[in-house]
């Protein structure tokens, strides 16, 4: 998404427009063996740059719906990934100096009369994935897309009501030696 920043007013310019799909998964996809994280559709953004005599101002969100594993059920599951878009976009000639080198995730510096979009924006919306992502639970304490209980503990056995529960230290390790032992 290539922007001309000489045609942005003072008074501001709405963009509403979509993300290419195709360069945002195969982004998602590079040095994986397989793909964990994939998009349905185009994300959608929705920006309004405003142009001030220090910069221009990028206000805005993206949104896409993304197909990524359950961490409850590890199933794919579809959902809304949101990210809240707040640049600023200067010149390098803008810049203080060069001691001026503080990576400001606020800020995109550019030169000439065009600015690239599309990388900062696929960023944003990748940096709001969250690995450990799953449905919101019902009462119940169920999945509400695979209605599975997430109270269950499938990585060992659950104790009984009848058995004392033990938290000190002395009866973890304790618990470990005659776990070795067996």
Sequence with gaps: MRIC????????????????LEALNARLA????????????????????????????????????CRQECATC????????VSTIDWLLQTESDRAGP????????????????????????????LNINPFWHPERDAQERCTVCKRDCKTRVWGEEKTESEPKSSSFGNLLKGALNAAKK
């Design 30 to 65: 590079e040095g994986s063996e397989r793909q964990e994280f994939i998009f349905e559709a185009a994300p959608l953004v929705d920006l309004t740059l405003t142009r001030t005599h220090g910069g221009i101002i990028v206000k805005g969100v993206i949104s896409g719906r």
């Design 74 to 81: 590890a199933d794919p599951v579809p959902h809304e990934i």
């Design 99 to 126: 001691e001026d080198e503080i990576d400001d995730p606020g800020v995109i510096f550019y030169e000439g009369d065009h600015v690239e979009l599309e990388e900062p924006l696929q960023e944003a919306l990748i």
């Design 5 to 20: 920043t000489t045609t942005i007013p003072f008074s501001g310019m709405k963009i509403e427009t979509d993300l290419p």
